[in-house]
Each structure stands twice: as C-alpha cells, then as structure tokens.
Nanobody
Framework: QVQLVESGGGLVQAGDSLKLSCATSGLFFSIYAVGWFRQAPGKEREFVAA???????????EHTDSVRDRFTISSDNARNTVDLRMSSLKPEDTAVYYCAAAPGLLQGLRLDSAYDYWGQGTQVTVSS
C-alpha cells in the first residue's frame, strides 16, 4: 500500500524560504513519479513540480514555469522522501500543497489525473 505524508508547511513572509517533504512508503516500483500540486482557495488544483524515477536512469524533473527559478524538487532515497524546496516565496504561492505518486508513469507528469495516490496536503501561507 502506497502512503504519502506531507510536512513542512506553515506561515511565512514574502521572500522567505520553506521546504516541504513528502514521506513515501510502499513505492516498490522501478518506475514511478512523485509530483507536487497545489490548490489555492477558489482555484483549481495545479501542477507545481514532479520527479520521475526510471530504474537506473538519472531522475527526471519538471517544474511549472511560475516556480522554475524558485522551487526545486528532489528525492532523498535514504529518507524515502521527495522534497520541494521553495525560495523567494510570494503571496500567490499560498495554497494547500499536495504530493502524489504514480507507479509506472513515464509521461504526463503534469496531469493530476495521472496520479493514483495522494497525501492529505499541507498548508503554505505567504504573507505580504
């Protein structure tokens, strides 16, 4: 059973940094993707970043344009976590952040419908 637990959210000021972690368990697959999505009040859930592991190949990462120069997704195999390091945070980054996992996913990492497992989410609030 795949389980995902997010942590690291909180209230910060504009310009601050924050690291979100997604603790994963049950991802015993040679190919899988873990993505971070966010949903702001009154808005649809949107893609933030994703990382794909494919056997012995180097990890592949994607970031949405609005965060590409500020957020970085990475995996920590020793801790079984996928982290999202966020810097230069803006009020518009305020949202509930979710991590999601998709065993076997090779393409379409930006599509939330492609992910089978979801965490409960962690709130990030950026004050101006």
């Amino acid at each position: 059973q795949v389980q995902l637990v997010e942590s690291g959210g909180g209230l910060v000021q504009a310009g601050d940094s924050l690291k979100l972690s997604c603790a994963t368990s049950g991802l015993f697959f040679s190919i899988y993707a873990v993505g971070w999505f966010r949903q702001a009040p009154g808005k649809e859930r949107e893609f933030v970043a994703a990382i794909r592991r494919s056997g012995t190949m180097p990890n592949f990462t994607e970031h949405t344009d609005s965060v590409r120069d500020r957020f970085t997704i990475s995996s920590d195999n020793a801790r079984n976590t996928v982290d999202l390091r966020m810097s230069s945070l803006k009020p518009e980054d305020t949202a509930v952040y979710y991590c999601a996992a998709a065993p076997g996913l090779l393409q379409g990492l930006r599509l939330d419908s492609a992910y089978d497992y979801w965490g409960q989410g962690t709130q990030v609030t950026v004050s101006s």
